[in-house]
């Protein structure tokens, strides 16, 4: 079966690798991850991957902790670093080619990220996780995944959390929290939803990159996205 999409950025959330822990990386979680994304790659579909660091540093609990918000957001990096080279050898152990690209210079253990070295690893058929951010502060991973979306000529960003698409409200503390199967981005600006930080959601509307949030912890959903079943909460522009 042909993919729905050829080229596509899956972003991850750094608390969902702790699975049922309350820090760090949960190995059941991210086997399952792993899994899914060779069901993906196997389909003949090209993957970027960026992950976030918050099962280890979020750069905005620095004002918890009197550390500066800049050395805060910084530390908040080099977590997603720590989380890419666990995702990157788990993959790899799952029987796929990778390269983990910072952008952070880390020689050691990544490569520097370059734009066109990024896209020519997707033409061979590796899958890429991008680490570090943008490299700056200030700036979360989601609009770091938005960035390199567009920079890589994604088709659609996959945003996999641990809920099954965007509500009105948060379903775990709402239960009459509403589902919405599609949205557009106006949509998303007038009735204050927190799909991704309003910087990522400017950047995807004006570039016409559309969103799927979908829960990522259900094992196979990965694989109906791809296959073009209606999995999650879609946004784009015009619907």
């Given amino acids: 079966m042909k993919a729905r999409y050829k080229r596509v950025l899956l972003k991850l ?4 690798l702790m699975g049922e822990k309350q820090y760090g990386i949960d190995p059941v979680r991210i086997a399952q991850y792993a899994s899914d994304i060779k069901e993906a790659r196997d389909m003949g579909v ?3 991957i960026v992950i976030g660091g918050g ?26 670093v720590i989380n890419g080279m666990a995702l990157q050898d788990v993959l ?9 690209m910072s952008a952070i210079e880390m020689k050691q253990i990544c490569e520097p990220y370059i734009r066109r ?20 502060p200030y700036f979360t991973t989601d609009t770091a995944a938005t960035l390199r979306a567009i920079e890589v000529e994604a088709e659609v ?10 509500y009105s409200a948060d379903p775990e503390l709402y239960s009459n929290a509403v589902r919405y199967e599609s949205l557009s981005f ?3 600006y007038s009735k204050d939803l927190h799909v991704m930080d309003m910087t990522a959601v ?15 912890n259900k094992p196979g959903n990965l694989l109906k996205i791809l296959k073009g079943e209606t999995i999650g909460t879609l946004v784009e522009n015009n619907v």
């Fill in 92 to 100: 790899e152990n799952h029987g796929m080619i990778t390269r983990l």
């Fill in 202 to 216: 400017t950047l995807c509307r004006e570039n016409n990159l559309p969103i799927i949030v979908f829960d990522m």
């Fill in 55 to 80: 099962n280890i540093y979020r750069g905005l609990q620095a004002k918890d902790t009197g550390i500066d918000r800049v050395q805060g957001d910084y530390m908040g990096m080099l977590a997603t």
């Fill in 117 to 136: 070295k990024a896209i020519r690893h997707l033409e061979k058929d590796r899958i890429v996780i991008f680490a570090a951010g943008t490299g700056n």
């Fill in 46 to 48: 090209e993957i970027a």
């Fill in 186 to 188: 106006e949509e998303v």
């Fill in 13 to 16: 959330s750094g608390e969902a």
């Fill in 157 to 166: 960003i996959l945003k996999g959390t641990r809920v099954d698409g965007i």
